[in-house]
């Protein structure tokens, strides 16, 4: 677990209940849970051609969001 979140706002110290039992679940039930790697290690390991469809479709689903950035 790298990092963790929750709209809640009911922070007791640093973390919400929500995300205390979700994180307890994750490590009681390891292989039960689907492991994402983060994007940017997602993004690493794309070849030219994969990165380039990538931007393709960023820009054609959210052009209101991505070019002024780009």
Do not use: W
Not at 4 to 18: I, K, M, P, Q, T
Request: hydrophobic share 40%.
């Amino acid at each position: 677990i790298t990092s963790v979140s929750c709209g809640c706002d009911n922070r007791d110290l640093f973390y919400c209940a929500h995300v205390v039992a979700l994180s307890l679940y994750r490590i009681r039930h390891a292989r039960q849970v689907e492991l994402r790697l983060p994007i940017s290690e997602t993004l690493s390991q794309m070849n030219r051609d994969q990165l380039q469809k990538f931007v393709q479709y960023l820009i054609s689903a959210h052009h209101t969001e991505v070019l002024p950035t780009a």
